[in-house]
């Protein structure tokens, strides 16, 4: 189990570089390109881009990634910003936003980054996607503030128990040698985690979107699938964890979704 938790929290690290490579030589400029800016939340200095117009989708990226390399780059920003609003930030400890090293800036406070960013563009409700360590913020999202969200995409991702043996494991992985992303935010990963009892009260629609060959599958996907069979799981063909953000499908599959729910 540990070895798939080292698995899934260096892939998106992985994977950044060759999708930055691939979708900056191979993608067509946007006429509407993203435009970036920064915010205060509390103290630290959160990056993020907007693109488009409309009802509004935010985009929040897995562990050592960024709005750039996850949504930007694979053309998830571009394609959702023809009818919709899109905002993606970088996390704290990611991207261009500040990288502090007091744990009490990551865990549950990642999700009221989300909620504060919000609130700084004057958005009531919106759509939220989310990859890896960002599907745990949608979760953490649709059982903490499930009046702010109108929908939402768990890719990657799956039901973290709080308190259960994966939250756990997240605290005692070590710190990856020469990384970028501060210790304090692994270690305080499995503060995303929820409770079976709020799982059940999610009333907001969601959906999963996850590689037919993640491990992710077995680990948080089969459990969640044990409380919320009514959530509709979307198998990304031939994908893994660290590929599956550059598959064609994946993109289309979240703007197939945000789109049916209006």
């Keep these: ?3 798939h938790i080292n698995l899934i929290s260096c892939a998106i690290a992985a994977a950044a570089i060759p999708a930055t490579f691939i979708f900056a030589q191979s993608r067509p400029a946007d006429k509407d390109e993203p435009v970036a800016n920064t915010f205060d939340a509390n103290g630290v200095k959160i990056r993020y ?11 929040i990226h897995g562990l050592h990634g960024s709005a750039e390399s996850n949504w930007k780059m694979p053309g998830v920003m571009a394609a959702l910003a023809k009818d919709h609003q899109v905002i993606a930030l970088d ?10 090293e007091k744990e009490s800036a990551y865990g549950a406070q990642m999700a009221e980054d989300v909620i504060l960013l919000m609130d700084h563009l004057k958005i009531t409700k919106a759509h939220v996607v989310g990859y890896s360590m960002g599907g745990m913020i949608v979760m953490k999202l649709l059982a903490t ?9 768990v890719g990657g991702m799956g039901w973290m128990r709080e308190g259960g043996a994966l939250a756990k494991i997240w605290e005692e992985l070590p ?4 990384g970028r992303t501060p210790a304090a935010c692994i270690s305080q990963i499995g503060k995303l985690g929820i409770t079976e009892e709020q799982l059940k009260a ?3 629609p969601a959906t999963v979107i996850v590689g037919s060959r993640d491990p992710v599958k077995k680990l948080y996907v089969d459990p969640m699938l044990t409380v919320r069979k009514d959530w509709p799981v979307v198998e990304i063909q031939d994908a893994g ?13 979240i703007v197939s979704w945000v789109a049916r729910q209006r």
């Design 145 to 153: 503030h499930p009046d702010r969200i109108t929908s939402a995409v």
């Design 202 to 204: 999610i009333k907001t």
């Design 91 to 100: 996390l704290p400890g990611h991207g261009g936003s500040d990288k502090p």
């Design 49 to 59: 881009f907007v693109q488009g117009k409309g009802e509004p989708v935010v985009l």
């Design 1 to 3: 189990m540990k070895w």
């Design 175 to 178: 710190p990856r040698e020469g």
């Design 241 to 253: 964890h660290l590929n599956c953000i550059m598959k064609k499908q994946f993109l289309e599959e």
